[in-house]
């Protein structure tokens, strides 16, 4: 293992630097992606903490109406927040 890594000339250096180069890349992407999901599934914190409140009351229309209102959970916020309950 030693001499793939370490002797394998100028060649062998430029694929290990490139290929640290795109996984940290790639890993930076999906970082960024998951982030920006998580901010465009959940919404704000306040709609987030009504939500949860309109469904522990077991006001369910209104849970459903709130999510189209607000347009921050999609189609499967309302499961989703039934899940964290």
Do not use: P
Not at 5 to 22: D, E, K, P
Not at 46 to 74: M, R
């Amino acid at each position: 293992m030693y001499n793939v890594i370490f002797n394998s000339g100028f060649l062998g250096f430029l694929i290990w630097l490139l290929l640290f180069a795109v996984s940290t890349t790639a890993l930076a992407i999906g970082i960024r992606c998951a982030w920006n999901l998580s901010k465009a599934w959940f919404g704000s914190e306040v709609v987030t903490k009504e939500l949860l409140l309109q469904l522990k009351s077991g006001d369910w229309q209104g849970a459903s109406d709130y999510c189209e209102a607000h347009g921050a959970f999609g189609a499967f916020g309302a499961f989703g927040a039934v899940v964290r309950l």
